[in-house]
């Protein structure tokens, strides 16, 4: 190799040094642009010989522990000023993974198993072709820090994608944060560097120290495959200890497996851990405390399942999780990842479910971060035009990269099958689909054929849904989607995006819009309600009152209802009791089910004193029976998808603002007589909703079948805060035809108020 000679001068004050003739390679070494260090760095052997040259920058003293006899020390030799080291020597007297010790100015000895003596490739090349082949659904096996033990000797494998870079090293206190210290090795054209650091075990912080090939810049950067991070605002990645929790739900899996979850109960209670309660000081709950708190109060109110908000690290509290740094990482605030696997255990333990509410649509721009990760638009798109979400801040995830959607959908596996999550809920799904999302017009790349639809991020979507659910058996995948793009939970095969199902966005804008109207002009706008069935079954639909809706002045859900302080309550409950009987899913976010009367804020816990007053445990008492008499009986559950499980009785009386409606099994039930011939074999439920604060005594309503109807529930009762007014428990039918049917019942409906009839 051609050599060249140069001064290497560690202190401007010091005598020019003797001329060290370097090779072009260790000339590389020193410059950082030498894409692999084990060209220089380590044991090289020729015939009887070995040659062992180390970097090791602020050491005044180097030397190797000698192969026999033990004890003995080799002394190395500083080559010139550099901070290379040099051993030369018979090959007998070093081990295969011999340790070196040295000496800083100060005195202060370190010793370490030269990492450079692993000279075989950490990596499996079949692994590195399918990641950048983009199908690589595992890579936190192969990228990040793993702890292991090569040839007896314990350390942490430490491997990164940064194709752009001309050197890559990994920092930390270990070696004084001298991204000098410890190169690591190209893995050719793969993009991927490795390095075997001995020694290093777990809870180490480290970044990686990236330069770029083009213009030198030098980048600090987070592990993105980081298991575990500091608690902000500190930013490094920690070395994560092997998992210690042994999962014990693996008869829940089964049962998750083999569950029809398209005809079974869901019913989600949505929190944010952060904010749900805190602790002494208002410091936050950990995982652990939450489990003992907050599980049995999800259970008891009836809730199948907590979804949680995004709970991967994230820098920004203000940003409830929803700009992630850390897509294998779960935050800090909250404990450990076993505390975590703790958490999610003992939900399955309750026979509760955990949803995790994950964000693969953009990143933040902090500098520690994802974007411009070797000095160059890696995981982002390069255009700023398909790059930046103007609005919220940040970046967006570059699709087309075949290494990005194996990083992302390797970040949904690593959750559902490491952590045991049945579920995620994949955030603004709608901002990934379209090209022109919340952009002025000519401000967006169209894609191949003119259009607006970001068709690599199509295909991702796909792609995930698919391995999802051939990976992660019973997991269900939603989708936040705001549009009406088509067939967003409908499978692959049939063209669709293959969500499990879909939030239903104008569900929720129409119904708060009704609610909101004074009752004497919600005659003029019963169309907002009965307009929802026309539409209801073609996507496998939830009914989400979520965290959005109370936040940023939006005001609280019984603020939003019109009239005095018992209205607004009584509006509250009517709106939850047709919101639990309507065909879809359900969502209600923290504190809602207790008539929070404040907008949640994250900085601090619900108010749970309210608690106190009997109007708000009045709405927590309705939350309940409704979700035990949802989860509890299969007509409210068991066809919410298909337009068998509703009849409409009648929704045509706008100006008593009355909906009166079925929910059971109606297959092949197209007329009265042929839902009178199905009452008879299949019972339905009757749902009665009396929109206004006007009492309907005598109110007659048709029904498929004869005999007593018994009120299965009335919200306007005296322990949900009502007026008490109803129909002793039950009426019973009389042959006077009415909305079609030969048969009919005589009710009094109490104002601002739903009522739930059962047959026999």
């Not at 940003?319 to 990482?329: C, H, L």
């Not at 995620?424 to 901002?431: F, G, I, K």
């Not at 698919?466 to 989607?481: K, L």
């Not at 936040?551 to 509250?572: C, E, I, S, T």
């Amino acid at each position: 190799m051609q050599g060249v000679t140069v001064h290497y001068i560690r202190k401007m004050s010091t005598p020019l040094p003797e001329p060290v003739h370097l090779r072009t390679d260790e000339v590389r070494l020193l410059d950082g642009t030498l894409h692999d260090p084990f060209a220089v760095l380590g044991p090289h052997r020729s015939g009887t010989t070995t040659r062992v040259t180390l970097l090791i920058p602020h050491a005044a003293r180097v030397s190797l522990q000698a192969a026999t006899p033990p004890g003995q020390t080799l002394e190395a030799r500083r080559r010139g000023q550099t901070d290379l080291f040099v051993w030369e020597g018979p090959s007998t007297a070093l081990p295969q993974h011999y340790e070196v010790a040295w000496h800083d100015g100060a005195g202060h000895r370190q010793h370490q198993v030269d990492p450079y003596s692993f000279r075989e490739p950490l990596l499996p090349a079949e692994g590195l072709y399918l990641f950048n082949e983009g199908r690589h659904y595992e890579v936190f096996r192969l990228l990040g820090a793993a702890l292991m033990q090569i040839n007896g000797v314990a350390g942490t494998r430490f491997s990164l994608w940064a194709p752009n870079a001309s050197r890559v090293s990994v920092v930390g206190d270990f070696c004084r944060w001298d991204g000098r210290r410890y190169p690591m090795r190209s893995c050719g054209p793969s993009g991927v560097w490795e390095l075997f650091l001995p020694g290093i075990d777990a809870h180490t912080v480290y970044k990686f120290e990236i330069r770029n090939r083009d213009t030198g810049a030098l980048l600090l950067k987070t592990d993105p495959l980081a298991r575990a991070t500091e608690q902000r605002p500190a930013t490094a990645a920690v070395v994560a200890p092997l998992p210690g929790h042994a999962f014990d739900d693996a008869g829940w899996l089964e049962q998750r497996a083999r569950r029809s979850w398209l005809h079974a109960p869901l019913s989600i209670h949505e929190v944010h851990l952060a904010s749900w309660r805190r602790g002494p000081g208002n410091r936050f709950l950990t995982y652990r405390e939450l489990a003992a708190e907050l599980i049995p109060r999800a259970r008891g109110l009836g809730f199948t399942h907590l979804e949680l908000l995004p709970i991967t690290e994230h820098p920004l509290d203000d940003s409830w999780g929803y700009q992630t740094s850390g897509y294998f990482a779960p935050t800090s605030r909250h404990g450990s990842a076993d505390d975590l696997r703790y958490f999610v255990d003992e939900c399955h333990r309750a026979g509760l479910g955990v949803i995790l509410d994950w964000v693969p649509g953009h990143f933040p721009r902090d500098a520690h971060g994802l974007g411009n990760f070797d000095g160059t638009a890696l995981y982002e798109y390069a255009d700023p035009r398909k790059a930046e979400h103007k609005d919220w801040g940040t970046l967006i995830f570059n699709y087309e990269r075949h290494e990005v959607r194996s990083f992302l959908i390797s970040s949904a596996i690593y959750w559902l099958n490491e952590f045991h999550f049945d579920g995620l809920r994949v955030d603004a799904v709608a901002s990934m689909l379209y090209l022109d999302f919340s952009r002025k017009q000519g401000d967006f790349v169209p894609n191949r054929y003119g259009g607006n639809q970001n068709l690599e991020a199509v295909e991702f979507l796909r792609e995930l849904n698919t391995v999802v659910h051939a990976r992660s058996p019973g997991a269900i995948v939603m989708a936040e989607e705001s549009t009406d793009w088509p067939m967003v939970s409908r499978p692959v095969h049939d063209g669709g995006l293959g969500f499990s199902m879909k939030w239903n966005m104008g569900w929720m804008h129409d119904t708060l819009s009704y609610f909101k109207e004074d009752p004497l002009h919600r005659a003029h706008h019963q169309d907002k309600l009965t307009f929802a069935t026309m539409y209801a079954y073609t996507e496998n639909f939830i009914l989400p009152l979520s965290h959005d809706e109370v936040v940023h002045l939006k005001q609280p859900l019984v603020y939003k209802m019109p009239g005095d302080r018992w209205q607004q309550f009584a509006n509250l409950r009517a709106l939850y009791t047709y919101m639990w009987t309507f065909p879809g899913k359900k969502l209600l976010f923290m504190g809602g089910e207790f008539a929070q009367t404040s907008e949640w804020s994250q900085a601090a816990g619900l108010p749970w004193h309210l608690r106190e007053y009997a109007e708000h445990l009045g709405v927590e008492s309705l939350v309940s029976d409704l979700n035990h008499l949802y989860t509890g009986d299969a007509r409210l559950h068991a066809y919410e998808f298909e337009p068998r499980g509703f009849r409409w009785v009648d929704c045509e009386n706008r100006a008593q603002s009355v909906l009166v409606y079925l929910r059971g099994d109606f297959d092949h039930a197209g007329s009265p007589a042929d839902l009178e011939h199905r009452a008879r074999h299949a019972p339905p439920l009757l749902v009665a909703l009396n929109l206004t604060p006007v009492p309907r005594d005598g109110y007659r309503i048709g029904v498929p079948r004869g005999g007593i109807w018994r009120e299965r529930l009335n919200s306007d009762a005296a322990r949900y805060g009502g007026s008490n007014l109803g129909n002793i428990a039950s009426v019973t039918a009389e042959p006077v035809p009415a909305h079609g049917f030969q048969q009919s019942i005589v009710v009094t409906l109490p104002p601002l108020a739903g009522l739930v009839f059962a047959p026999g």
